[in-house]
């Protein structure tokens, strides 16, 4: 059971706009922390693409956007591609006994 | 280049110890916090302990506190996760993981770069 609560999966066909959501509690997001979201593709190293709730590395197309409100946070994907299929995990901080760093389950991304 | 290896992956009966290491090179490792993550196979990514730039603040995962050992040595650029008394739920893919920005783990900072990660597995 993850501290932070993702959907297992969600689905879009290409050029459609997907939303992934990202549920936490009062004592991560609900507090203020700063919420992450990685790309991880099967067999690659998990790529950071939003950090501190809405801005994208450099390199990340803009397709890919993030906001936070109260204890949940979402990263949307505009204009879906057949290569944004992958598993996307968001990340926080958790002032709790449970550790500090925490990630989401994870969502695997289906492109039709 | 920035990058982050690991090493020290290997198969061992439960019980048994293990240490990892990860050697960082392109960028100046004591100025951040270091973590180890990992990933069960099958399963999401699941952070496992941080470090602080100076070794001041460290912290672990429910799942390994009491068992697993974070440490750094800055002078060597290397991060380390001494595992001991390992268990078959602790088979993963273990990556190291760099901090954005934050010298300490009291930051809810991202990770900005991974290692390609080194496989333990934990089986008789």
């Known amino acids: 059971q993850s501290v932070l609560t993702q959907p297992p999966s969600v689905s879009g066909a290409p050029g459609q706009r997907v939303t992934i959501s990202c549920t936490g509690s009062?004592?991560?997001?609900?507090?203020?922390?700063?919420v992450h979201w990685y790309q991880h593709l099967p067999g690659t190293v998990p790529k950071l693409l939003i950090y501190?709730?809405?801005n994208r590395p450099s390199g990340v197309p803009d397709r890919f956007s993030g906001s936070k409100s109260g204890t949940s946070a979402s990263l949307a994907i505009t204009g879906l591609q057949a290569e944004d299929e992958a598993d996307y995990y968001c990340?926080?901080?958790?002032?709790?006994?449970?550790?500090?760093?925490?990630f989401g389950g994870g969502t695997k991304l289906t492109v039709l | 280049e920035v990058q982050l290896v690991e090493s020290g992956g290997s198969l061992v009966q439960p019980g048994m110890s293990l240490r990892l290491s990860c050697a960082a090179s392109?960028?100046?490792?004591?100025?951040?916090?270091m973590h180890w993550v990992r990933q069960a196979p099958g399963k999401g990514l699941e952070w496992v302990s941080g470090?602080?730039?100076?070794?001041?603040?460290?912290d672990y995962a429910v799942s390994v506190k009491g068992r697993f050992t974070i440490s750094r040595d800055n002078a060597k650029n290397s991060l380390y996760l001494q595992m001991n008394s390992l268990r078959a739920e602790d088979t993963a893919l273990y990556y190291c993981?760099?901090?954005?920005?934050?010298?300490?783990?009291?930051?809810?900072?991202?990770?900005?770069?991974w290692g390609q990660g080194t496989m333990v597995t934990v089986s008789s």
């Open positions: 993981a760099k901090d954005i920005r934050c010298s300490t783990i009291s930051c809810s900072d991202a990770f900005d770069i």
């Open positions: 392109g960028f100046t490792f004591d100025d951040y916090a």
């Open positions: 470090i602080s730039w100076n070794s001041g603040s460290i």
């Open positions: 009062s004592s991560n997001i609900g507090a203020g922390y700063d």
């Open positions: 501190g709730n809405s």
């Open positions: 990340q926080s901080y958790d002032s709790s006994l449970s550790g500090s760093r925490v």
